[in-house]
């Protein structure tokens, strides 16, 4: 009977010890170890790289969006100092038109007040 109690004792411990050492592993936790962590892990690794791409995604958007913005805004710049620059050599070309007409206009009383002065020294 003590060896008995003593053989039922030493069972115990020889389970609880290799459960302790890593050698006797219940079916659960060897399946958790061997199928359940593995597969978390690649949903973490997958949900972190969406995640990075995602981020990235919405970056490229919006960086896109403020070059096209100011590429638009320096096109309507332009096109307004071009509207400018052409308005001022329309300006300046309309000034210098003027003065030719003027200077025709003068020459033409010039002419007609010689040819006046003429007819009246001819008469």
């Known amino acids: 009977m003590i060896a008995k109690n003593w053989i039922m004792g030493i069972r115990e411990d020889a389970m609880s010890q290799l459960c302790a ?17 593995p597969w978390l892990m ?11 791409a995602v981020v990235k995604g919405t970056q490229d958007v919006v960086v896109d ?9 320096k096109k309507t710049i332009s096109a307004k100092y071009e509207r400018i620059k052409k308005a001022e050599e329309d300006r ?10 003027k200077e025709k206009r003068k020459l033409l009383r010039e002419k007609k007040q010689k040819d006046e002065a003429l007819e009246k020294f001819k008469d």
């Open 65 to 73: 969006g403020i070059q096209e913005t100011q590429d638009d805004h």
């Open 92 to 101: 300046i070309e309309a000034e210098k038109q003027r003065v030719i007409r």
């Open 42 to 52: 690649d949903q973490i690794m997958d949900f972190l790289h969406e995640d990075s």
């Open 21 to 37: 050492q890593g050698v006797l592993v219940p079916s659960r936790e060897r399946a958790m170890q061997e199928q359940v962590v």
